[in-house]
């Protein structure tokens, strides 16, 4: 055996023939390097190319009875089983048009008899080093595509675990709203999937960014963790002074947000929406929110979406200040708050979809545990000060 090859598991050539001298002669050349298998058909071919273990390169004959070498060519290259094969054409016919028509069906070489062995033993080594290039690229291609789709969902695994972990933070501290942050996404994702072919927003909602606004919306409240229990979980109305600090809590959700991304360390990271929905959230359309009176289109989309969910959730749930709204309740003060607090279109969508609304809001309702657990705290914070106004008396 060649010493080139005696390092590697020998390759398997098909010499398709109908002569058997042609086959004992092609047999001789090639059986020191390669494993040899011989058909005299066209017929046997396709069986034996089909079957397993499968040829690694088939010499073929053109000038057979029955079926000849272009219609066994053909049939190879037409069966997903056998594409692959590599086919040379070793035959009498010399002229320009047979070879041309030979390469046309799908060969990758065409040699002539009387053959040259050097010459016959190096198309069939160039070829087949050919086919393991191809091989190890696929492969290679499989295995890199295999990577980035396992690293892909292991980044989107830590996302989902960072905005859940930082979103049950905010529900710990005010859990009169229960399942609030599980209905305001779906809210959102509803309204983006309805308006993602409206002239005015299709360029900005995609699948990504939908699926982006899903996960973030959970911390649009994220920054009433700094905000104290006596204003969080006031029953009554808030004091002017009081409820300047509610207001800090869209700074405190903005900022809190924009130190994970720093630790990211990327310029535009998932947190982006996150951030934006936590910062303008309670900004109106017509300029009269806050933090910073933005009006209009000024105001960011992914905002805009969740200043629907959120009020339209706040109207229909209970709460320590105020009883639940009936649903049909709830849709008609959004709808005439259209282009005041809200986005026109956006309430317009939400018109459209407030079914699809009131099926979430049944599907995540609050449940009773967690409303007496609240108003036990809110007796608490209650107390806590009494005993500080008492003391400073």
Request: glycine letters at 6%.
């Amino acid at each position: 055996m060649n010493d080139s090859h005696s390092h590697l598991e020998r390759q398997t050539i098909l010499v398709v023939d109908d002569t058997p001298d042609n086959i004992a002669l092609l047999g001789a050349l090639l059986k020191d390097r390669y494993k040899v298998r011989a058909a005299n058909n066209g017929e046997r071919a396709l069986v034996i190319a089909a079957g397993q273990p499968q040829p690694d390169l088939i010499l073929l004959d053109i000038m057979m009875p029955g079926m000849d070498g272009y219609e066994v060519c053909e049939r190879l290259k037409i069966d997903p089983r056998t594409t692959d094969i590599p086919v040379i054409f070793l035959t009498a016919k010399a002229q320009v048009d047979d070879e041309e028509l030979g390469l046309r069906l799908g060969a990758v070489d065409y040699i002539t008899k009387p053959i040259s062995p050097p010459i016959v033993l190096a198309r069939v080594e160039t070829h087949l080093t050919l086919k393991r290039a191809r091989q190890f690229l696929q492969d290679r291609n499989g295995y890199l595509e295999a990577e980035i789709w396992r690293r892909s969902r292991e980044v989107m695994a830590i996302q989902e675990a960072t905005i859940l972990a930082m979103a049950s933070l905010a529900e710990t501290r005010d859990n009169a709203t229960g399942n609030h942050i599980r209905r305001t996404q779906h809210y959102v994702r509803i309204l983006a999937q309805h308006l993602r072919h409206h002239p005015r927003f299709a360029a900005a909602l995609n699948d990504e960014i939908i699926e982006l606004l899903f996960k973030s919306a959970p911390l649009h409240d994220i920054g009433k963790v700094g905000i104290p229990d006596r204003i969080l979980l006031k029953p009554g109305r808030l004091t002017p002074e009081e409820f300047e600090i509610m207001k800090t809590h869209t700074t405190l959700g903005r900022d809190a947000i924009a130190a994970a991304e720093q630790h990211l360390e990327t310029p535009d990271s998932f947190l982006r929406l996150a951030g934006e929905i936590a910062y303008f959230h309670q900004e109106k359309w017509d300029g009269s929110g806050y933090p910073e009176g933005l009006w209009g289109e000024q105001i960011p989309l992914s905002a805009r979406l969740m200043a629907v969910a959120d009020v339209y959730d706040a109207l229909i749930s209970r709460r320590i200040y105020k009883p639940a709204l009936p649903h049909e309740q709830a849709v008609a003060l959004i709808r005439e708050d259209r282009g005041r607090h809200f986005d026109p279109d956006i309430t317009d969508a939400f018109l459209e979809c407030a079914e699809q609304f009131r099926s979430v809001s049944a599907r995540f309702a609050d449940d009773q545990q967690a409303w007496q657990q609240t108003l036990e705290r809110v007796e608490i914070a209650l107390s806590d000060e009494i005993i500080v106004l008492g003391d400073g008396a």
